[in-house]
């Protein structure tokens, strides 16, 4: 091997971080044969030193301070799994940045706030960021949409990319579980972020869209202008509705070019049961693109957990082994973060698709010849109209409501909204009605 071993740094060793160290431990020749360059942790820091981890951290340099080991002469790379989009994790990404150092992260929400700006910033050091393991876990779409995809134009990216979330409607459908006992199970198993209302409300998936967006548009990162509505308020009645009429639901990010700008979106979603998003379950994740010259790709994999994300990181790390001191990078987005372009944002108000509406009616004359007229008085055209009755409903013969659910045809979210709004007033709903969007 010609060049000294790639000289690592780690500050976080959590479970992604002691995965990263048993892997580079295990495959040490097979990734030292891939890159030409052996790898190895020299340094570390995280919140507890003496912490027993399953991986052997004995030989390598603690410091108390993640600044200072990203400073530090120890380290040609800083792998940044602290998590969190403030200090300290982007304080010590500036710092490795600002100090010459590669940059690997697999902090979406550090990337979604700030992610032009650090960008910028690695390419005014001629250092590298790389962030495979932000986005879906062990996929590696990263690569293939700053990589494999530039000489397309993308129409759109969607997906399923919280594995926390998709493991959770999983379980629910197929063993009738709660969803408190399912959420529990998926932090027991190490799946969740440290706050799980960043996955159950959808803040991951937004955060890992909002890196998509940029990457498939070429536009700056908006996290903010991402329409955000979790799982939890999906109820065992949706996800039983949802498969009798031939759909499950899915927590996707979506985000797409319309006439009016770019539409970013996170939300349940009914997909229909053929479709290979409806495939996905536990904690895979999936990846749809749109692109011109290609088509369509789907990739699905595993999208949490220690070793798929320390699989990304990894890879990298790899990159970064094989890169040539002095030589340009890649830019981190796709192309020089100076020419991203501004986000335009598309109003959800203008978002056009189907939807699924679940009602509870209250039984009296004329109350679905009113549902429908107003849906018509919108220009809503119904493609069906279920009166959707389990058995143990039909047993309680609740005489006062009726469960309903209607399908539209394809339709915009101001008119939805507009006719639900009045439905309501008009007084023939016995409870609030459930909302879901369709993705075809
Ligand atoms: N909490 C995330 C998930 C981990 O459930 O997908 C990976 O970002």
Not at 42 to 52: G, I
Not at 203 to 219: P, Q, R, W, Y
Not at 285 to 301: C, F, P, T, W
Request: with cysteine; aromatic share 4%.
């Amino acid at each position: 091997m010609s060049q000294n071993a790639l000289r690592i740094g780690i500050a976080g060793v959590g479970t992604v971080g002691a995965a990263l160290t048993r892997l580079l431990h295990s495959k040490s020749n097979l990734l030292a044969e891939r890159c030409g360059r052996a790898m190895t942790i020299t340094a570390f820091t995280a919140r507890d030193k003496d912490k027993d981890r399953g991986c052997d951290l004995s030989n390598m340099t603690w410091f108390n301070d993640p600044v200072a080991l990203a400073k530090s002469d120890e380290i040609d790379v800083f792998v940044e799994l602290i998590g969190g989009d403030g200090d300290p994790a982007f304080a010590s990404v500036m710092a490795a940045l600002e100090n010459g150092k590669h940059v690997v992260t697999a902090n979406k929400a550090l990337l979604a706030k700030h992610g032009v700006e650090l960008a910028l910033k690695a390419e005014e050091n001629g250092v590298i960021l790389n962030f495979e393991a932000a986005v879906a876990g062990g996929i590696p779409i990263i690569k293939t949409m700053r990589e494999a995809l530039t000489s397309n134009s993308v129409q759109r990216v969607y997906g399923i990319m919280n594995g926390t979330c998709n493991y959770m409607l999983t379980r629910m459908e197929n063993e009738g579980l709660s969803y408190d006992e399912c959420l529990k199970d998926a932090q027991e198993l190490g799946y969740a972020e440290a706050d799980p209302t960043f996955d159950v409300e959808g803040f991951d998936t937004a955060h890992k869209l909002a890196i998509l967006t940029s990457l498939a548009f070429g536009t700056q990162i908006s996290a903010d202008d991402i329409y955000v509505e979790g799982i939890s308020n999906i109820t065992s009645d949706d996800i039983i509705a949802a498969k009798d009429l031939g759909y499950r639901i899915k927590l996707l990010g979506v985000a797409q070019r319309t006439a009016s700008g770019i539409e970013q979106r996170v939300h349940p979603t009914m997909v229909a049961l053929d479709s290979p998003l409806a495939q996905i379950s536990g904690v895979t994740n999936a990846v749809a693109v749109e692109a011109d010259i290609v088509g369509q790709l789907v990739m699905s994999g595993p999208g949490a957990g220690g070793d798929a994300t320390a699989s990304a990181v990894a890879s990298d790390l790899c990159d970064i082994a094989k890169s040539k001191p002095g030589h340009q990078h890649a830019p981190a987005l796709g192309k020089p973060a100076a020419h991203l372009e501004p986000y335009v944002k598309a109003q959800m108000q203008a978002h056009e698709g189907g939807y699924f509406i679940r009602m509870s009616v209250n039984d009296r004359a004329g109350a679905f010849a009113s549902i429908a007229s107003r849906m018509a008085e919108a220009g809503i055209s119904l493609e069906s109209i279920v009166q959707h009755k389990r058995p143990e409903e039909l047993k309680k013969d609740n005489k006062d409501s009726q469960p309903v659910i209607l399908i539209t045809h394809e339709t915009t979210e101001a008119a939805i909204r507009g006719a639900l709004d009045k439905i309501h007033s008009d007084g023939h709903l016995a409870a609030p009605s459930q909302m879901i969007r369709m993705e075809r």
